[in-house]
């Protein structure tokens, strides 16, 4: 399970705050939140120049791409975010789905 990065919380005054799912935090990540999540998982950014543009956003529609298109994903993943093995490929895939749904 992954541990989102540390975010300033707004105490509000007789209620208790209100719940953001895991997507609505993602929404929120910039780059350097995906390059933690990349490396926390297994896969550093390095010198792969896609994969240090990935900031939330991108990660969601990359996750959307997953679902309406499956073969321009994981041919994008393989070439474009450069993960040679099929191996890589299902791991980050099986990170993305757990991420994102």
Known sequence: MYIFPAAS?????????PKTTTN????QWKKEDVAKWLQDIGFAV?????????DGPLLHMLNE???????????SVKTDLGFPTVIEVLQFTRELKELLG
């Open 9 to 17: 919380q707004t105490q509000f005054l007789g209620s208790a705050p």
């Open 65 to 75: 791409l997953r679902r309406e298109s499956p073969e321009f994903f994981y041919n």
């Open 46 to 54: 390095g010198d792969n120049n896609v994969r240090g543009k990935l």
């Open 24 to 27: 609505e935090k993602v929404l």
